[in-house]
């Protein structure tokens, strides 16, 4: 069939005369449940792509790292750790200046209390001697003397007097606005000290939080064994990303500096004191390098040679971590530390403590993570049990 020159086909006919045949409120009712029915479909199918994203962005939380996580928090730790200890200081810098205020106050009180009673001793005294003001006062002495001379004197000591007493009555005023001033002082002291009180317990609930959360990182870790595969898998990714730091973390300048130095040599091997006295246990992972050592938080952490310090600094999977050049090529490499001492470019002593154990980017709890390297391109992993003297506590 054609129509207006069209070859249309016997169904589509059929439908266009079912739908021209059909009365208005039929075509509304029918639109309108299409409608719902469209609307339903619309909001099933938003839905499904809602819970979706969820399961994606869950699936890139989960990618993104449990070792990147942990040092995030970590920096978080240490970043609001120095603000509370800033806010310590400012509590006791403002402690100590109220004291010495309250000091000074007491003092200024005590002097004021003995000008009062002068005062009023000088008072009681002219009262007495009948005395109702300056000029009758000086009037009776000057018409008590004697001759021109004594006149004279008595002229002079009455000016001395009168002066003294004006200086006496200045002091005080001078003396009270002092105590004002003083006070005033001290009530801002005490109000600065309130207020870096209130901020250092804000960053210790932060601290608090903060360390909930790393703990429940941790937690997830050991319990879920698709994370924990995750975190090995990273931890092989931030040992090769560290190799390749090596041979970056030291310049010509440092490299001298060391071969100065050449504290590590063949004829030390089982010879160098340990770092740090623990128990050495398993590594994180199977593909971790280097000697683990557990140690109670806190514990000093030595340098094993004579060194230059290389770098100081947070890496991934590394924890804070410091890093030794010994010269002939030789590096010592100490990480999960709770703080140190030292930064780039400092020389460094055999059995110098300069840092302390900690758990930064472990997830096994406090140990001091300790390798010993040799060359740079590429280099080379050596044993380091094997260079470190057969007792622990030998120092």
């Not at 003397?145 to 001078?174: H, N, P, R, S, T």
């Not at 606005?177 to 005033?184: G, N, P, R, T, V």
């Not at 030595?302 to 590096?331: K, P, Q």
Request: hydrophobic share 35%; charged share 30%; aromatic share 6%.
């Amino acid at each position: 069939m054609k129509l207006f020159g069209l070859k249309i086909s016997s169904l589509f006919v059929c439908t266009i005369a079912a739908i021209l045949l059909q009365s208005p409120s039929q075509l509304l009712s029918q639109t309108s449940e299409q409608a719902e029915q469209w609307q339903r479909e619309y909001e099933k199918k938003k839905e499904e792509k809602r819970s979706l994203e969820e399961q994606r962005n869950s699936i890139i939380k989960k990618e993104q790292g449990i070792l990147r996580k942990l040092q995030e928090i970590e920096s978080e730790l240490a970043a609001n750790e120095k603000k509370r200890d800033r806010y310590q200081q400012e509590i006791e810098s403002h402690k100590l200046e109220a004291a010495r205020l309250q000091r000074e106050l007491k003092q200024l009180v005590s002097r004021d209390k003995e000008h009062k009673k002068q005062t009023v001793n000088r008072i009681r005294a002219i009262y007495k001697l009948g005395y109702n003001g300056r000029h009758e006062h000086m009037l009776k002495m000057l018409l008590g003397a004697q001759d021109m001379q004594d006149l004279v004197e008595k002229y002079k000591y009455m000016d001395v007097i009168i002066e003294a007493d004006q200086d006496m009555l200045k002091e005080i005023q001078l003396r009270q606005e002092e105590i004002s001033q003083k006070s005033l002082e001290l009530t801002h002291q005490i109000q600065l000290a309130k207020e870096a009180s209130k901020a250092a317990q804000v960053e210790h609930s932060r601290l608090l939080a903060q360390e909930q959360e790393r703990q429940q990182l941790l937690h997830t870790y050991r319990t879920e064994k698709g994370i924990h595969n995750q975190a090995i898998k990273e931890l092989k990714a931030a040992g090769a990303q560290f190799e390749a730091r090596l041979g970056i973390v030291s310049n010509a300048r440092l490299e001298k500096q060391a071969e100065a130095i050449k504290s590590i040599r063949p004829a030390l091997f089982g010879k160098l004191p340990w770092p740090v006295v623990g128990v050495v246990v398993p590594n994180q992972g199977a593909t971790d390098r280097g000697l683990t050592i557990r140690a109670k938080k806190g514990t000093p952490v030595r340098c094993v040679a004579d060194g230059i310090v290389a770098t100081s600094e947070s890496m991934f999977g590394y924890g804070n971590m410091v890093i030794v050049l010994h010269g002939d090529g030789y590096i010592s490499v100490y990480g999960h530390l709770s703080g140190a001492s030292v930064k780039r470019g400092d020389t460094i002593q055999a059995k110098q403590v300069f840092g302390t154990v900690g758990e930064t980017g472990s997830l096994i709890g406090p140990v001091l993570h300790f390798e010993l390297w040799k060359g740079r391109n590429p280099p080379q992993l050596l044993n380091a049990r094997r260079w470190l003297t057969r007792d622990m506590n030998r120092y």
